[in-house]
């Protein structure tokens, strides 16, 4: 693994499933972030963890959740997907708080 | 509210010189981010400023006026691999990005 990947590539859902995208970096990174860009708009921050073991909510939370058991991964699960959900997803890191971050290749999500 | 407005569309030609503005208004400031997003990847990191003043990297320059809340990349000897979509972020007094729509340039031959 070089960098941060995201899995799947790309998945279509039913409504109302479960599902769970996937991120890891090896970067040995603090920080990690979960974005949705949709077109037209902005990246917008879903969540975040500053460490592993800490997790905060960004500016769109609402459906989704995280957690972050070890530095590398950083998984993000829709509990019961919607429509309004179908997005591209990006997970990114960074040494800390106030560096750069670098971008995963993303997950196209479409919801059904 | 934070706000980062940027042009939706900018055409050029190759070989040429273009100036991407982004004006911003946020709960605090803690330094500005470009980035270029070719269509179907990820955003990858550009240039960084904090203080005000001109950034120079290669091709790429970056410049800062933190009184006006303005910042532009501008980009010389234009390439047919710089089309691609240009990203302005600020990071605001929580230290989290807030990202304009993005600037989608288009160059011509």
């Known amino acids: 693994i070089a960098g941060i990947t995201q899995a799947p590539t790309s998945q279509i859902l039913a409504a109302g499933r479960r599902m769970t995208l996937r991120c890891t970096q090896d970067?040995?990174?603090?920080?990690m972030y979960w974005y949705r860009q949709d077109l037209g708009l902005g990246l917008r921050l879903i969540h975040y963890?500053?460490?592993?073991?800490?997790?905060g909510k960004g500016e769109v939370p609402d459906g989704y959740s995280v957690s972050r058991a070890n530095t590398d991964d950083f998984p993000l699960t829709l509990a019961s997907a919607v429509p309004s959900q179908t997005s591209v997803y990006f997970c990114?890191?960074?040494?800390?708080?106030?560096?750069?971050?670098?971008f995963g290749p993303g997950t196209r999500l479409t919801v059904l | 509210g934070q706000n980062i407005d940027q042009p939706t569309e900018m055409t050029a030609t190759e070989g040429a010189i273009v100036q991407i503005n982004c004006t911003y208004q946020?709960?605090?400031?803690?330094?500005l981010f470009w980035y270029q997003q070719h269509a179907g990847e990820a955003p990858t990191f550009l240039s960084y400023?904090?203080l005000d003043g001109l950034e120079e990297k290669g091709r790429f320059s970056s410049f800062l006026s933190r009184s006006k809340g303005y910042s532009y990349l501008l980009l010389k000897e234009l390439q047919m691999k710089d089309s691609a979509s240009y990203l302005c972020?600020?990071?605001?007094?929580?230290?989290?990005?807030?990202w304009g729509a993005g600037t989608k340039l288009i160059i011509k031959p």
């Open positions: 990114a890191s960074s040494d800390t708080g106030t560096s750069r971050q670098f």
């Open positions: 963890s500053n460490t592993a073991g800490t997790t």
């Open positions: 946020t709960s605090g400031f803690n330094g």
């Open positions: 972020a600020v990071r605001d007094s929580n230290y989290q990005l807030i």
């Open positions: 400023n904090v």
């Open positions: 970067m040995r990174h603090n920080a």
